[in-house]
């Protein structure tokens, strides 16, 4: 392929090193993917954003930080409430000494190859924005990369990738098995057991080269022929949470009983439904909070632990399927009423909804009406409102 990667965007990079920049990089792309990279001085000292962030942080620790085991670990909402959240928790780790300087390092390299091979994946098919923002400096970073050798690494893994004909696909993108009954007349009985097993629809395929020990462009080159025959399917899949445990916190708690009445959260990329339904619910005495962009969903829900939540079916990136069964997964939100809101009232939505354990089912425009019923309906509201 003759455009490797933007050139404006390789520009941007190029030009915070030479001026040695302190900040945030933050990248978007017209397909709704953010990424933010963490410079200090003109070199990256960390990156967060893409896809999968949560797969990549459980990937990378399983892969560099064997003597951990994430399922143990007990992180708060407080934990993953910032944006460089990944970052924090590899300091804290440190700290603690629970890893050694060596694994830090080995992590930060590899989030930074794999955040700019995605971004160099889109920047190919989708126009790319940069922003600077002196917001966040990172203090004391703990590893310093050089942003032309990753640049340059960036380049030559894309390269590798396109010409093996992967281009189309991103390794984020998890395989599954449509026929396999042809592919039992494909393979040896001892591969087809084996293909069986590993291809569920339910990991990456970086995750799968993690698995199989390899890295995850002969991987998915094996499995292209397959790919091409309709045999094996590639599809996009949710993040996965981290282990995230309620803390008491009296504070909190005792702010908690000043105020009697329900907090209700609304997740929708529209600004103007957002608005709308905050209007609808501060004049009802109701307590409101709004989030637009998808990515921040779920520490922010975390954060706020709202009574219930509106949620909307197609927004970028992310969809309310995925948002919905990822809450359902962490046990804050087992119980917690969540209301999906699209602009199509059709049956396979609704049934899609209740299989991803929505609790109810809400068609725009809303109305006052509409959605003071729902909210009588699923939780305890006072007299007074």
């Known amino acids: 392929m003759e455009k490797i990667v933007a050139t404006g965007l390789i520009s941007e990079f ?11 990089l933050h990248i978007q792309s017209a397909k709704g993917s953010k990424w933010t990279f963490y410079y200090r001085l003109g070199r990256i000292v960390w990156a967060t954003g893409g896809t999968h962030p949560f797969r990549r942080w459980r990937r990378f620790i399983a892969q560099y930080c064997s003597n951990l085991d994430i399922e143990k670990m007990q992180l708060s909402s407080q934990d993953i409430s910032i944006d460089y959240w990944d970052y924090r928790l590899l300091e804290n780790l440190y700290e603690k000494q629970q890893i050694k300087r060596e694994q830090v390092n ?7 190859a794999e955040l700019l091979f995605d971004l160099a994946q889109q920047a190919n098919f989708s126009s790319i924005s940069c922003e600077r923002s002196q917001k966040v400096i990172l203090d004391m970073p703990m590893s310093f990369t050089s942003a032309d050798t990753s640049l340059k690494q960036m380049q030559d ?5 396109s010409e093996a004909g992967l281009a189309n696909f991103s390794p984020n993108l998890a395989p599954i098995l449509l026929r396999p009954e042809l592919l039992q007349t494909q393979v040896s009985s001892g591969v087809y057991k084996n293909l069986v097993t590993l291809i569920n629809g339910k990991q990456t395929l970086r995750e799968l080269a993690l698995k199989m020990k390899q890295n995850v462009l002969p991987v998915t080159r094996s499995l292209l022929p397959y790919i091409l025959k309709g045999t094996i399917e590639l599809v996009e899949i949710p993040d996965l949470p981290l282990p995230i445990i309620a803390i008491k916190n009296k504070s909190v708690n005792s702010k908690a009983k000043t105020s009697s009445m329900p907090l209700v959260a609304c997740i929708d990329d529209s600004p103007q ?14 307590r409101f909070v709004q989030i637009q962009d998808a990515l921040q969903a779920l520490p922010t829900l975390i954060e706020h632990k709202p009574d219930i939540i509106f949620l909307d079916l197609i927004m970028p990136v992310i969809n309310g399927y995925e948002i919905c069964a990822q809450l359902r997964r962490i046990s804050l939100f087992a119980n917690t009423p969540i209301i999906i809101l699209t602009g199509n009232d059709g049956l396979l939505d609704r049934v899609r909804a209740k299989v991803v354990g929505s609790t109810g089912f809400m068609t725009k425009p809303i109305s006052t009406d509409k959605v003071m019923d729902v909210i009588k309906k699923y939780i305890p509201v006072p007299a007074k409102v």
């Open 106 to 112: 080995l992590i930060v390299e590899n989030t930074l």
């Open 157 to 161: 893994s894309w390269k590798n990738w």
């Open 14 to 24: 190029q030009n915070c090193t030479q001026i040695q920049y302190s900040g945030q």
């Open 273 to 286: 439904v957002c608005q709308i339904l905050e209007q609808m619910l501060v004049s009802q005495g109701f």
